[in-house]
């Protein structure tokens, strides 16, 4: 099994900055692509970023390209979503997410490849 947690979520002003960090923890060698998806108020949880194991190759949805990066270290088992020119649009629960193997592009920009969730962090984006 492997354990997420998600951490630095918060209230920010429209066109600021935040920094999501997604720690996992037991068997972490199983993991491969990584990924972050949010879930606004009556919305279905949708993709934002991907990126696999060894950090060659990175996803994202069209809404945050240009403002969002996905990165990892994978010596601290941590991912982490930098969100730059942050809009209200952006408020969701943002949710970090692992694959127990290897996607493909279109795999790993869908909720359904992936096996291990975190409980959510909160962001939300005043105008």
């Known amino acids: 099994q492997v354990q997420l947690v998600e951490s630095g979520g918060g209230l920010v002003q429209a066109g600021g900055s935040l920094r999501l960090s997604c720690a996992a923890s037991?068997?972490?060698?199983?993991?491969?692509?990584m990924g972050w998806f949010r879930r606004a108020p009556g919305k279905e949880r949708e993709f934002v970023a991907g990126?696999?194991?060894?950090?060659?190759?990175?996803y994202y949805a069209d809404s945050v390209k240009g403002r969002f990066t996905i990165s990892r270290d994978n010596a601290k088992n941590t991912v982490y979503l930098q969100m730059n020119s942050l809009k209200p649009e952006d408020t969701a629960v943002y949710y970090c997410?692992?694959?127990?193997?290897?996607?493909?592009?279109?795999?790993?920009?869908?909720?359904?490849?992936?096996?291990?969730w975190g409980p959510g962090t909160q962001v939300t984006v005043s105008s």
């Open positions: 997410a692992a694959a127990g193997r290897r996607l493909t592009a279109a795999q790993a920009m869908g909720v359904h490849g992936y096996d291990y």
């Open positions: 037991g068997r972490t060698f199983r993991m491969y692509n």
């Open positions: 990126i696999t194991w060894t950090g060659d190759n990175t």
